[in-house]
């Protein structure tokens, strides 16, 4: 069974970093994807990125784009989303998730429907 565990969500203040993990196993076949999603407050979950476990590709939603870079380290089963300068509007819960694909598929845009498998989520809050 597919497990996801997200750590490091925290307070920061406006313009400040986190770096969130995502702590993937139970993976049956080799290649799958790893998505990151949050969700604030009255609204619908939203697509972050999506990395590949065959070749590192990335894919980012505009939300994402030159802000947020996701990351891998296969040793230690653990996907990365680097956050820098966060602002108010980036307060939610983010979450991590998978879905297994053909190895010769590329990421594509991370959406809610094509993901499987989700962890419990981290809070990141950012003050004004």
């Known amino acids: 069974q597919v497990q996801l565990v997200e750590s490091g969500g925290d307070t920061v203040q406006s313009g400040g970093s986190l770096r969130l993990s995502c702590v993937a196993s139970?993976?049956?076949?080799?290649?799958?994807?790893i998505g990151w999603f949050r969700q604030a407050p009255g609204k619908e979950r939203e697509g972050l990125s999506a990395?590949?476990?065959?070749?590192?590709?990335?894919y980012y939603s505009d939300s994402a784009e030159g802000r947020f870079t996701t990351s891998r380290d296969a040793a230690k089963n653990t996907v990365y989303l680097q956050m820098n300068n966060l602002q108010p509007n980036d307060t939610a819960i983010y979450y991590c998730?998978?879905?297994?694909?053909?190895?010769?598929?590329?990421?594509?845009?991370?959406?809610?429907?094509?993901?499987?498998?989700w962890g419990r989520g981290t809070q990141v809050t950012v003050l004004p």
């Open positions: 998730s998978a879905r297994y694909k053909p190895s010769t598929q590329v990421v594509v845009s991370p959406k809610v429907v094509l993901y499987d498998y």
């Open positions: 139970g993976f049956r076949r080799d290649s799958y994807a």
């Open positions: 990395i590949s476990s065959v070749d590192g590709g990335t």
